[in-house]
Nanobody
Framework: QVQLVESGGGLVQAGGSLRLSCAAS????????MGWFRQAAGKEREFVAA????????YYADSVKGRFIISRDNAKNTVYLQMNSLKPEDTAVYYC???????????????WGQGTQVTVSS
């Protein structure tokens, strides 16, 4: 079973950048597609981005397309989310997890990691 730990969040001004990391344990990490999701206070969790096992295919929510970049380093068991041109509406707790069979939706997992808080000030 893979365990995931998110990091890299923080407070940034609008227009700024952050890079999130998701460190995975387990030897099968490179076999999994991975995704990033976020949940703003009082809102449902939503899909942000996904990447296939090799990094050759990516998919983004319309709200982040052109601003965020998902990538992975299988040698380091890590997936990244480079966030540029941040907006106040990007403020949320960000989680990584396998994206499920249908990219773009939020899988119904019983457990999510602790996530990492991203706050964008205007």
């Amino acid at each position: 079973q893979v365990q995931l730990v998110e990091s890299g969040g923080g407070l940034v001004q609008a227009g700024g950048s952050l890079r999130l990391s998701c460190a995975a344990s387990g030897r099968t990490f490179s076999s999994y597609a991975m995704g990033w999701f976020r949940q703003a206070a009082g809102k449902e969790r939503e899909f942000v981005a996904a990447i296939n096992w090799s990094g050759s295919s990516t998919y983004y929510a319309d709200s982040v397309k052109g601003r965020f970049i998902i990538s992975r380093d299988n040698a380091k068991n890590t997936v990244y989310l480079q966030m540029n041109s941040l907006k106040p509406e990007d403020t949320a707790v960000y989680y990584c997890a396998p994206p499920g069979t249908t990219w773009g939706k939020v899988p119904k997992y019983d457990y999510w990691g602790q996530g990492t808080q991203v706050t964008v000030s205007s």
